[in-house]
């Protein structure tokens, strides 16, 4: 049986999408911070993105037949 690294399962992919919306929210308190409104965009857009991870991975790249 072949052993997988553990950021190649499901709970390694979900554990790498918290850490990048903890490294967004950072990112959003920054640009409140400098009132950089540029700054939170980019944060919130990188927070949506790393929410978005699983469930697009789960229902659009990997469907089940």
Do not use: R
Not at 18 to 42: E, H
């Amino acid at each position: 049986m072949e052993k997988k690294s553990f950021f190649k399962t499901k709970e390694g992919g979900l554990t790498i999408a918290f850490v990048v919306i903890m490294v967004a929210f950072f990112i959003i308190l920054a640009g409140l911070n400098t009132a950089n409104d540029t700054i939170c965009m980019a944060g919130f857009v990188i927070m949506v993105a790393a929410m978005l991870y699983s469930p697009v991975k789960t229902f659009i790249l990997k469907p089940k037949n």
